[in-house]
């Protein structure tokens, strides 16, 4: 029987690569939605002391990259300078 | 001496970091190095039985961080190689957290004024007799076993390792079963580079020599030093040397082939 299901049998190994896939695309997420939360507003309070922004359209999000780490990205739509005091 | 501190290390355990920090320091020393083995597994060791030195243990690292002996003083020597090999064994009567992260930074900066490789067997888990092994290293080396768990936990342990600055030589990929790879049921070793995206150190092939060499108290190199597993740990040792080196265990001399490899000078 073995020869018959190492011919037609299941590759367990495509298993084993596709759950950890997604197992380390998940375990490498290091920020969790509150971290995100409060890291955003942070950033913009800074931003904000510098340019004129539209905070209600701010953005921040994650991806993963090709080599499979984190990129981190704010996206903030800017209105104009920051009226000197 | 301006020595480097190893640590080599896993999150999951009963993956191989003892033998794997056993024979790999044993082909250092072979190779003429200047080598300290520290067992940080406090509580439990087992660095000391692999090499088959239980009994010439008399002090251990808690004698050291304790100022109860120099460091000079509590090493035993490893007879097999007099000149090169030593350990430095683990408490039994203490727990890791006995041990202060300055006492064992202080330790380890010691040893790399006496030695020019001090490898340091991590203890299994993320805590913190893994933070104090780890975290004063200058390289790392990761060792997984082909399977889902152990790969999961050495891609948590190399993010830690980046966050603690250690720079990871590279992974170790032990107890390969080639038929079940060729069958497709076990994940190769370019498979787990994919997932992984760190170096490859080196593969240790499964071999039931490994149980034998333990129960006699004789690392595997040093019993069986032209087998596959043997040359290795010795390639492994090379790569640890010099990151360009190329293996001189070619695909050809796998599996089959490789019952023929005598006949090529091999063994």
């Known amino acids: 029987m073995s020869w018959f299901s190492d011919l037609f049998g299941r590759h367990t190994k495509n298993d084993a690569k596709q759950r950890l896939e997604v197992m380390l695309i998940h375990d490498r997420g290091i920020f969790d939605n509150a971290d995100l939360e409060q890291m955003e507003k942070e950033i913009l309070a800074v931003v904000k002391r510098y340019a004129d922004i539209e905070t209600g359209a701010a953005e921040i999000c994650t991806d993963k990259l090709d080599n499979g780490r984190l990129l981190l990205s704010i996206r903030v739509p800017v209105r104009g300078q920051k009226s000197r005091r | 001496m301006a020595g480097q501190c190893i640590v080599v290390t896993s999150g999951k355990g009963g993956v191989g970091k003892t033998t794997i920090t056993a024979n790999v ?9 200047k080598v300290l083995l520290i067992d940080g597994d406090i509580g439990l060791k087992n660095l000391d039985s692999v090499l088959g030195l239980e009994r010439r243990v008399v002090y251990d690292l808690f004698d050291v961080i304790t100022n109860r002996i120099e460091l000079e003083d509590a090493l035993v020597k490893d007879k097999r190689l007099p000149d090169n090999l030593f350990l430095l064994a683990a408490s039994q009567s203490h727990f890791k957290e006995d041990v202060p992260e300055e006492k064992f930074s202080e330790v380890v900066e010691e040893a790399k004024e006496l030695f020019e490789y001090v490898l340091v067997d991590s203890p299994a888990g993320i805590e913190h007799g893994f933070r104090i092994s780890s975290r004063f290293a200058d390289r790392a080396v990761v060792v997984t076993v082909p399977e889902v768990p152990s790969i999961r936990d050495v891609d948590r342990v190399v993010g830690l390792l980046e966050n603690y600055r250690v720079s990871v030589d590279g992974v170790v990929v ?27 150190l080196g593969v240790v092939p499964e071999d039931t020599l490994i149980v034998q060499a333990v129960n006699q ?7 069986y030093p032209n087998s596959a597993v043997g040359r290795a740990y010795t390639n492994i040792a090379h790569k640890l040397l010099d990151p360009e080196y190329v293996p001189q265990e070619t695909k050809k001399s796998r599996g089959f082939w490789s019952l023929f490899g ?4 091999e063994g």
Request: glycine residues 10%; proline residues 6%; hydrophobic residues 40%.
């Open chain 2, 25 to 33: 320091g044993y082909a250092l020393a072979s190779l003429g190095k």
């Open chain 2, 262 to 265: 005598f006949l090529r000078g």
């Open chain 2, 217 to 223: 108290g004789d690392p595997l190199i040093y019993k």
């Open chain 2, 174 to 200: 032990n107890r390969l079963n080639q038929t079940l790879v060729r069958q497709g049921n076990m994940l190769s070793p370019q498979d787990i580079l994919d997932l992984l995206e760190i170096p490859l």
